[in-house]
């Protein structure tokens, strides 16, 4: 199995990440091999010192490791041609894309049979975030090979973690973060919205969340949820139980009818709620919800 060396790194795309990435290595003293539909693109990195290739077998051929950094799944599938394959025989492809962790393993098959290694990484962050080296990645793939590369991967974006052997893992793992990011940015947006509605100060409401979230209090409950979820216990934590959050979800969604505001996620928190209840789990914690979500009707 080849092994990476500090001198030798290709990218394959070079958009605003895949930029920042090589930027990044070539910050860190890895030497880099460039690769883009567009060659304009490479310029300011050939300036200091990356050398540009126009077939993309021979970046690939290059370096022990190849980062691919391309707009999505399509596109990655679509320039992995026969010669760029042939050549990525005995080395590690790292996979930066945004895919799904279908694709990731449909990704893994056509480069085990290629006998290429293959990581698979998701990028919990911005450009500025790699260029100032405070980026999160995470990986997935055998653990040998992250090992293996750990190095070159907390020089190229700063942050790094390895969430699962399965390939999928790692696209999941950042779908799963995006979620989470998501609801939170909507249920705050619309918790302003309902504020509106009833001409409260919106820069007293916002400062209070904000410091709810810089005072531990959110994340101290964070934690009791996330105990509730890895263990799968659900009898205490938070203090209230699922009966009780009913109750205050059933008031959200009447406040929200009588001020105007829109209902965008409760409905089908209410939905959630009133499923697990039927289910007899009223009288459990809210990290109860666990159970109806991972085995959806």
Not at 87 to 103: D, F, H, P, Y
Not at 267 to 294: C, P
């Amino acid at each position: 199995m080849t092994t990476a060396k500090k001198t030798s790194v290709t990218v394959l795309g070079l958009g605003a990440m895949g930029s920042a990435l090589a930027a990044s290595l070539l910050k860190h003293g890895y030497a880099a091999t460039l690769w883009n539909r567009s060659a304009s693109k490479a310029k300011f990195l050939t300036n200091q010192g990356a050398r540009f290739v126009a077939d993309i077998s021979e970046g690939v051929a290059a370096s022990p490791v190849s980062i691919l950094c391309l707009s999505d799944h399509a596109a990655t599938m679509s320039v992995l041609n026969t010669a760029a394959m042939a050549a990525a025989a005995g080395r590690t492809i790292v996979q930066l894309s945004t895919i799904t962790s279908a694709e990731s393993r449909e990704l893994a098959v056509r480069l085990k049979d290629a006998d290429a290694f293959y990581l698979d990484g998701q990028i919990l962050a911005y450009p500025e975030d790699v260029l100032e080296g405070r980026a999160n990645l995470v990986f997935s793939g055998p653990r040998n090979i992250f090992d293996l590369h750990v190095s070159m991967l907390k020089a190229m974006a700063g942050n790094v973690i390895h969430v699962g052997d399965s390939h999928g893992a790692a696209p999941s793992f950042a779908k799963a973060h995006d979620s989470y990011s998501l609801g939170n940015y909507l249920a705050f947006v619309q918790g302003a919205a309902m504020c509106a509605r009833s001409n409260v100060n919106l820069r007293a409401w916002c400062d209070y969340n904000l410091r709810y979230i810089n005072n531990g209090a959110f994340s101290r409950e964070l934690a009791i949820l996330s105990n509730q979820v890895c263990t799968r216990s659900y009898d205490e934590g938070l203090g209230a139980s699922m009966d009780v959050w009913k109750g205050a979800a059933d008031k959200i969604v009447e406040e929200c009818r009588s001020t105007g505001a829109g209902l965008a996620h409760l409905s089908s928190l209410v939905l959630l709620l009133n499923s697990a209840i039927a289910a007899g789990a009223g009288g459990k914690e809210l990290g109860a919800l666990f159970e109806h979500l991972i085995r959806p009707e």
